[in-house]
């Protein structure tokens, strides 16, 4: 963060409300004079030209469509391929010109983007924090569009609060000659599944569209420190990173990158006697518990998208989610997949993983994967997560219906309800399946 510039607006700067529609016009003005078919034809030659496909559909450059229509979007990204292509050939100046005014156009729709955002944060934000001053920083990784919103109360800097702000998963990119696609509920619903389990940051949603929908998520280390686990796996090869991984893991630091070297005796003692490795060992059964009964992927696979937050010097670190995606459409938990939990953990990828992860999640004996799995569910952590489901479902739900932008609330809600049974369903299944289940020399 240090890196990058707050983007305060000076202090005549015009509001991005009003901005907004004078950079549009802008845009308007130069798509309407500088890209004229005749003159484009010229600087790319007939034969480009021709390849490009677009003839028939130049005639929207002309036409009254809105530049964030979908298929003036389509247009414009073929030309930006196109075009980025060509100017690794193309030296001369005409075409220069030509490339020139083009990404122009391109960076002031970014633009535009980034000022409605701060426009529908600064409605948001302003009526719950009265009083507040609220600056922005552009989301600079990841694929999703968004930015990063800090909350700031004169003579109050202990009240201030960071929010990260994203589009959906089906939203915007980052550059944004994207075509988003109408938000997925079931996709809010988990945010809030997360939130009142602890879980996940604090989360807001807002819009402006039913595409242009936002999750707000607080600073996971707001009232605490927070590292995505990223730095404990030591992928960012940072000094002090193997050190910060045994603050996580404790004494399960013995379990050795090579699994034949395993001494399972000792490290499952070390489980039940060391504090810090047998939270450690919860803290990651809940994520993968929420992985199978949420149907969650891109989280226990993608390092960066889960972390720990340390509340204070003495406590355990604290499991914090804070990106995933829903996995396919097939919902619900059945009998095969379940013994694929038991036998290699389902359909997730775990033996590419750190070493300590891939102990927990793999390596280990499946009697006590499936020990601590029924701990977890049923007197651990997510012993209250329907509880959770259902709240969460009342929420978004609440938020669909009082969102006049969402035309189709009949078949958002009916989308709700479905995976709210679906994850209930997954709940039982799995506690009823663990709790019945037998290693097999046991079995009569
Ligand atoms: N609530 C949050 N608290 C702390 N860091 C966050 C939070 N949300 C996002 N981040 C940071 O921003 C990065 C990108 O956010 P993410 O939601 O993963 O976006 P993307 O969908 O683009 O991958 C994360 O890897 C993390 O570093
Ligand atoms: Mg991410």
Not at 51 to 58: H, M, Y
Not at 314 to 333: A, E, Y
Not at 396 to 403: G, H, I, N, P
Request: proline share 3%; net charge negative; charged share 25%.
């Amino acid at each position: 963060m240090a890196d990058k510039e707050l983007i305060s607006p000076p202090p005549n700067a015009a509001s991005p409300e009003a901005t907004c529609p004078k950079l549009e016009q802008m845009v308007s003005n130069m798509i309407s004079q500088d890209f004229k078919k005749d003159y484009v034809v010229s600087v790319l030659g007939t034969a480009v030209f021709e390849r490009l496909g677009l003839g028939e559909d130049w005639s929207i450059f002309e036409s009254e469509m809105r530049f964030d229509d979908s298929q003036y979007v389509s247009v414009l990204s073929i030309l930006n391929e196109a075009l980025d292509a060509l100017s690794l050939q193309r030296l001369d100046e005409e075409f220069g010109n030509f490339y020139t005014v083009f990404m122009r156009v391109v960076l002031s729709i970014d633009m535009i983007h980034d000022k409605r955002l701060q426009v529908v944060i600064t409605n948001y934000f302003s009526s719950r924090f009265p009083g507040s001053n609220i600056e922005f920083i552009q989301k600079g990784s990841g694929r999703q569009f968004g930015c990063t919103a800090h909350i700031a109360f004169e003579g109050g800097p202990e009240r201030a609060r960071k929010y990260y702000v994203k589009t959906h998963s089906a939203g915007r990119f980052l550059s944004c000659i994207s075509a988003p696609k109408a938000v997925d509920v079931k996709e809010l619903m988990v945010y809030k599944i997360l939130e009142k389990l602890g879980v996940g940051c604090e989360s807001h949603f807002f819009h402006r569209s039913p595409q242009d929908v936002y999750i707000a998520t607080l600073d996971a280390s707001h009232g605490g420190s927070f590292k995505e686990f990223i730095a404990a796996a030591g992928d960012l090869y940072n000094r002090g990173d193997e050190e910060y991984g045994r603050t996580l893991w404790g004494g399960l630091n013995v379990i050795s990158g090579d699994r034949r070297r395993h001494n399972r005796e000792q490290i499952e003692e070390c489980i039940r006697e060391d504090s810090i490795a047998n939270n450690f060992v919860t803290q990651i059964v809940i994520l993968d518990m929420l992985s199978h009964i949420l149907r969650l992927t891109d989280l226990l696979n993608n390092t960066g998208n889960f972390g720990f937050v340390f509340e204070s010097e003495t406590s355990l670190p604290k499991l914090k989610v804070i990106d995933f995606l829903i996995g396919d459409d097939n919902r619900f938990v059945n009998p095969s997949y379940f013994l694929t939990f038991v036998e290699r953990n389902g359909f997730y990828r775990y033996w590419y993983l750190d070493r300590v992860l891939r102990y927990v999640l793999l390596d280990r004996a499946v009697n006590e994967r499936v020990q601590s799995a029924i701990q977890v569910l049923t007197v651990g952590p997510l012993c209250g997560l329907l509880d959770c489901i259902d709240s969460a479902l009342t929420d978004v739900e609440a938020y669909v219906k009082t969102t006049e932008l969402f035309v189709d609330k009949d078949s958002l809600c009916r989308s709700l309800k479905e995976y709210h049974e679906a994850i209930r369903q997954n709940y039982a299944y799995f506690v009823d399946s663990l709790t019945a289940w037998m290693p097999v020399n046991s079995k009569k």
